[in-house]
């Protein structure tokens, strides 16, 4: 996946773009990398709307509200 809705946003906040294996979609929360945990991190301190767009991006098949509480755990 190389683009996605938001996706200049999440870069912005991030202040820089976002590499290939930040950018890799996964079946599940489970399957989330430790470069995707270092964004969704970094985005769910400063920006929540930012971070639910990226994992929206990156993990397509997951539910609204799993996302949301993976974002409060990580903020």
Same mark, same amino acid.
């Given at each position: 996946m190389s683009s996605f809705e938001g996706r200049a946003q999440v870069e912005n906040e991030l202040g820089r773009a976002l590499i290939h294996?930040?950018? %890799?979609a996964v079946p %599940?929360?489970?399957?989330l990398s430790p470069a995707h945990f270092a964004v969704l991190r970094s985005l769910a301190r400063c920006q929540r709307l *930012? *971070?639910? $767009?990226y994992l929206r991006a990156v993990v397509p098949d997951s539910t609204t509200? $799993?996302?949301v509480e993976l974002i409060d755990r990580c903020g």
């Amino acid at each position: 996946m190389s683009s996605f809705e938001g996706r200049a946003q999440v870069e912005n906040e991030l202040g820089r773009a976002l590499i290939h294996q930040e950018l %890799s979609a996964v079946p %599940s929360i489970n399957e989330l990398s430790p470069a995707h945990f270092a964004v969704l991190r970094s985005l769910a301190r400063c920006q929540r709307l *930012a *971070a639910l $767009l990226y994992l929206r991006a990156v993990v397509p098949d997951s539910t609204t509200p $799993l996302l949301v509480e993976l974002i409060d755990r990580c903020g």
